[in-house]
Every structure is written in structure tokens, then in C-alpha cells.
């Protein structure tokens, strides 16, 4: 069974440049999640896709930030313009179902991000 | 809230000891406790998974445990060997099925 796909695995921008990652997570998983995780600190849940709806977008800084999962299949993460804050590494990732009692997230290999 | 912390931040033992990954939470309703392991440009890797009826797991030589009412989890790795070298993650699952986190702890084992 083929992982969670992420691309591109490394990206360096000025600050203020526009930036997109891509994320195609394993087949037939219904719910799609979108971290950033800083350097020295735990992930930190940006988006969480329900097939093509959005469950929850608390934490993403929609001034910047936008995601969307067309089809309910794949994703896009953009930020738009980046500040040096938000270097970080994103990470993708899917799971079977949503709130079911065993719902396991399987990662992709993240992309690490450098704003200059 | 909840909140995740884990001690030490970072931790270097020679090769054949065995060694423990504390994780602490704040808030004892959790649905389930997870330790990942992350290597550097490899994304995270599940190594075992608690929930919240059960009070330990194993695999292999890694065995966790989980005191719901002291809100604290320790991960058990036997027999070192530098292959462990990682970060460790720790991670809760809230009543809304999201991941909370910790910071981790960066194991390094020396040969």
C-alpha cells in the first residue's frame, strides 16, 4: 500500500513570496490533515479535510494560509505572502475515517520550508 | 486545555542501556495516548498506540504505559542501540479525535 505523498520535500523563498505544497494521501482515506510543525516543537493541526469539507480550520491564519481538497482526494496548502515565521516543515496526513474509535494517522515526509 | 509536555528534551546514553521518555498531560479525558517516532526528512512513524481502557503496550523492545490518572505515559526502550537515534513524540487524542502534542525528546545512542 502505497504512503501519504507530499511534494515538494524542500522549498526556500523570500519572505513575501507565495508558496504551494501538495499532498496526495493514501487511497481511500477519508480525512485529510494538515500540520506545521516549528523546529524543536510538536505538530500543530492547520486544516482537517472530511472528504472535500473542511471539519476544522481553527489554528489555520486564513490571512495567509488557504487549503483546499478538490475531489476529496488530493491537497493543496498555499501561503500567500510567507513571513519568515512560518518557516517550518508541513506535514500531510490521512486516516480511514473520522471519529471512529480507531481512526490511526498515517504521515507523509513533510516539506521543510525556508523563508528568507 | 490540554497539554502535552515531555522530559527530558533531549537525552544521550551509550549503546545497551535501557532507557525511559516520560509524557505528561494536563487533562485526563483523553480518548487514546501515541508515541511516534520522527527521523529527520522521513515524517513520523507510529510506534504504539494506548487506549484509554488499556494500561500498557509492547513491540518488540518498546513497551508504553499509560496512567490516565496521573496523567502520564512512559515510554520503555530496552537494550538501546544507536538505530534508535530519533526524536520521540508523544501525542493524545482529545474527545474531538485530534493529535495534541508534545515537543518530544531527542534520543541520541552512542556506540
Known amino acids: 500500500e502505497a504512503g501519504v505523498a507530499q511534494s515538494p520535500r524542500y522549498k526556500i523563498i523570500e519572505k513575501r513570496q507565495s508558496v504551494a505544497f501538495w499532498c496526495n494521501p493514501i487511497?481511500?482515506?477519508?480525512?485529510l490533515y494538515w500540520y506545521q510543525q516549528i523546529l524543536g516543537q510538536g505538530p500543530k493541526l492547520l486544516i482537517q479535510f472530511q472528504n472535500n469539507g473542511v471539519v476544522d480550520d481553527s489554528q489555520l491564519p486564513k490571512d495567509r494560509f488557504s487549503a483546499e481538497r478538490l475531489k476529496g482526494v488530493d491537497s493543496t496548502l498555499k501561503i500567500q505572502p510567507a513571513k519568515l515565521e512560518d518557516s517550518a516543515v508541513y506535514l500531510c496526513a490521512s486516516s480511514l475515517l473520522f471519529g471512529s474509535g480507531y481512526n490511526e494517522q498515517f504521515f507523509g515526509p513533510g516539506t521543510r520550508l525556508t523563508v528568507l | 486545555k490540554q497539554e502535552v509536555t515531555q522530559i527530558p528534551a533531549a537525552l544521550s546514553v551509550p549503546e545497551g542501556e535501557n532507557l525511559v521518555l516520560n509524557c505528561s498531560f494536563t487533562?485526563?479525558?483523553?480518548?487514546?495516548l501515541q508515541w511516534f517516532r520522527q527521523d529527520p526528512g522521513k515524517g513520523l512513524t507510529s510506534l504504539l498506540l494506548i487506549q484509554s481502557s488499556q494500561r500498557e503496550q509492547t513491540s518488540g523492545r518498546l513497551n508504553a504505559s499509560l496512567d490516565k490518572s496521573s496523567g502520564r505515559s512512559t515510554l520503555y526502550i530496552a537494550a538501546s542501540q544507536p538505530g534508535d537515534s530519533a526524536t520521540y513524540l508523544c501525542a493524545v487524542w482529545d474527545s474531538n479525535y485530534q493529535l495534541i502534542w508534545g515537543a518530544g525528546t531527542k534520543l541520541i545512542i552512542k556506540p
Open positions: 487511497s481511500g482515506h477519508a480525512t
Open positions: 487533562d485526563s479525558a483523553i480518548y487514546n
